[in-house]
């Protein structure tokens, strides 16, 4: 592993981060090489040293504030502090350990108070405003507005225009806040890595593949146990969720899995609480009613009532087919077998086979012609036939962790657009679930366009070891994990193919209503048989998949679409619920604290519900995207994003009609032009309606989604 925790102290002379300016690596990326634990807080202090001493640079400057003087100086300052923490922060994900750990909770209150420092500086914000009220006088480009706008926003709206009082408990709230949402996080990844099952019967594991099972038996290997060893991570949650038949494993599994972080060691209840009261409290200070009114306001939602709008219309318009659908997995389960009511850890398990037998056609057919080697070449030969673009391993670009696999990307003129990095299976190091980061943004300073360094980070499943150590069978993923890598994708080309002027506005740096929707557009591809010809072809025989098996996959994708889109829902309304209060929450007399914050996940999500709740049971003491991930009063984006990109492909869907091929350049010339390209320089709306000619509707989505139009009322 390249990088290395020490306790050892360092001096500035043997600190890479010291030095960010003279690294001789390709493209500037980081020498994860050089770099080690100990190298963190001593860089972290200088470089807030170093952007203090910029803003005060701008504070004392003589000359009248202009927007290259003060907007564009600001914009770039802190730029030691950007590579400090643009490695920290990744590896705090993908990489951590309880030294990174300890680095987080005393970086926190640091980084808080830098932050405020510099958002409450009245000077700082004099100068700011000095340029935004003359800002009608300024010959301005779009882009140059736009920051304009947003960094005159974004210091009103972090407490600039506070009294004094007020900024002082301003300070104090982002500073709790910002070590709760940590803890919050930090506690879901060490009660996941804390809990494991041996299994010593292999008769117990009957259903599962072998694959699995080898996967299983790995596992209490590493450990020195002798069995199979099941953990909360995703590549044994999901498939033994699916595969298993013995059901009071699948419930153990379900329980430990739901239930993590609620008691015990690791316990987030009172966190959540003293987390959306200290929202609450924020919001408060600056006039608001709750905390989705002070978060709303950039979003193209633009409130929580446009949000609810689209959460009730969605549940009018799925609820219906997704009550069916369980009814239909109901009788079948009950046909198959199971002589009890359906629970939730009945559910994936029976859809599997409901489905094969509907559709002849299960993640044991298709991991086959998924195999990573040929599923990363499809991904990237999407992109070089939408867009043109390379992707070329490079083994002289230092990576993080051996497994991670590193590359130059290229235009379709062949010159340097961007580094990607590729991390795909998971580690004790690494929190669940994906995503897409950059460790360096892309900006053009002078006359030098600094190109993105973008990370996709993912947890799927692992090529089988043999005893020797050697690869026995390659990784084979399933339909799923291939669609989440082309979202997770989607997100990269959002920030490989950025051009913006200034790195706030680039990229991935767009309201989060609108960040899903290149990834989620890039979905769609994965059930067009054009696309899966071009590389789903059997690890072993080469053949390419079957035509019966993609026309199963094209007629299989609408499975339970219904009940997948009233879950997310359901996360959406709980992500409102507790964000839309408007008096702190408080736990009535006659509750314990796990169960008022278990009572009010079940009340917000109730309307939602189409399987049985199950007491001591709650999703939300585990949900790091509303508690510790940034998507707080905005988890609705994914569908809203959703809508969004429905319509989007729509257009290529109408092109493939026109001219008989999805790969339509003229399309992908638009979407990558005016969505993919510009990054958060102009309001999304705006950028939407540029591309697509009009404006989003949803019938778009109820038509892939095979759901009838339901009149709201």
Avoid at 128 to 142: C, H, P, S, T
Avoid at 410 to 436: I, T
Avoid at 585 to 612: C, I, K, N, W
Wanted: net charge negative.
């Amino acid at each position: 592993m390249a990088i290395v925790a020490s306790a050892v102290a360092v001096s500035a002379a043997d600190n890479p981060f010291f030095h960010y300016k003279e690294w001789k690596t390709p493209h500037g990326t980081y020498p994860f090489n050089e770099i080690c634990n100990a190298h963190y807080m001593p860089a972290f202090d200088e470089a807030m040293k170093h952007g203090l001493a910029e803003i005060d640079a701008i504070c004392n400057n003589p000359a009248a504030p202009t927007f290259a003087n003060t907007i564009e100086a600001y914009e770039s300052a802190g730029e030691m502090l950007s590579i400090v923490a643009g490695c920290f922060y990744n590896l705090a994900s993908s990489e951590t350990n309880d030294s990174i750990q300890a680095i987080q909770v005393e970086l926190s209150p640091k980084m808080s108070e830098y932050s405020s420092t510099i958002r409450l500086n009245e000077k700082l914000f004099q100068r700011i405003k000095a340029v935004y009220d003359q800002r009608g006088k300024l010959k301005l480009n779009k882009e140059q507005q736009k920051l304009l706008e947003d960094i005159y926003e974004s210091f009103a709206n972090n407490g600039a225009n506070l009294s004094p009082e007020d900024k002082q408990t301003y300070r104090e709230l982002s500073a709790k806040l910002s070590m709760l949402t940590m803890t919050f996080g930090q506690n879901v990844l060490k009660a996941t890595n804390a809990w494991t099952m041996l299994i010593t019967r292999e008769e117990d594991l009957a259903g599962l593949n072998d694959d699995t099972k080898a996967m299983l038996r790995a596992n209490a290997e590493a450990k020195g146990l002798n069995g199979w060893l099941l953990n909360l991570k995703p590549t044994t949650y999901i498939p033994v969720m699916k595969d298993c038949d013995n059901r009071d494993i699948r419930r153990e599994l379900y329980m430990a899995y739901n239930s993590r972080n609620i008691g015990g060691e690791f316990d987030n209840t009172q966190i959540i609480i003293d987390i959306v009261n200290t929202r609450l409290a924020l919001a408060k200070l600056f006039g608001k009613d709750c905390y989705a009114d002070k978060s709303l306001y950039k979003s193209m939602a633009e409130n929580k009532e446009n949000v609810y709008r689209l959460l009730d219309q969605l549940r009018d318009s799925y609820m219906p087919a997704a009550r069916e659908e369980v009814k239909e997995l109901e009788d079948y389960a009950k046909a198959n077998g199971l002589y009890a009511a359906l629970q939730p850890w009945d559910f994936s398990y029976y859809s599997k086979k409901l489905k094969n037998d509907k559709y002849a056609i299960s993640d044991d057919l298709v991991r086959p012609y998924f195999e990573l080697e040929a599923v990363k070449q499809g991904v990237f030969g999407l992109a070089k036939r939408l867009y043109g673009i390379t992707f070329k391993e490079n083994k002289k670009l230092q990576v993080y962790n051996p497994e991670v696999t590193a590359y130059e990307v290229f235009d379709e003129k062949g010159k340097f657009l961007a580094v990607y990095y590729a991390d795909f299976h998971p580690r004790d190091g690494k929190r669940g679930g994906a995503w897409m980061n950059d460790f360096q943004p892309q900006y053009i300073k002078g006359k030098k366009d600094h190109r993105p360094h973008i990370v996709n980070v993912m947890n799927f499943t692992r090529p089988v070891m043999g005893a020797d150590g050697k690869v026995e069978k390659p990784a084979l993923f399933t339909y799923d994990e291939v669609r989440t890598f082309l979202h997770e994708f989607g997100h990269g080309l959002h920030g490989m193919l950025t051009r913006c002027q200034y790195a706030s506005l680039s990229g991935t740096n767009v309201p989060r209503d609108f960040v899903e929707l290149p990834s989620q557009f890039n979905e769609n591809f994965i059930d067009e048989k054009e696309f899966l010809d071009t590389f789903a072809k059997h690890y072993q025989t080469g053949e390419p998949m079957p035509q019966e098996l993609i026309d199963k996959i094209k007629r299989s994708s609408n499975f339970h679409a219904a009940y997948s889109c009233v879950r997310q829902l359901s996360f959406g309304y709980l992500d409102m619920a507790w964000h839309t209060l408007t008096e702190p929450f408080s736990v009535p007399a006659d509750l314990t604290t796990q169960e008022a914050v278990l009572r009010f996940g079940d009340d917000a999500m109730e309307q939602v519900r189409v399987l049985p709740n199950v007491p001591g049971t709650q999703m939300e003491t585990s949900f790091t995207h509303i508690f510790s991930g940034g998507y707080a009063a905005g988890y609705y984006a994914y569908k809203w994003s959703e809508l969004l990109d429905a319509d989007a492909f729509s257009v290529f869907k109408q092109a493939q009609a026109a001219n008989g091929s999805i790969f339509d350049k003229k399309a992908a010339n638009l979407f990558r032009k005016h969505i993919l390209e510009r990054g958060g320089t102009e309001k999304a709306a705006d950028l939407y309606r540029r591309f697509r000619g009009g404006e989003p509707t949803i019938n778009a989505l109820l038509e892939r989604d095979g759901i009838k139009v339901v009149e709201i009322k």
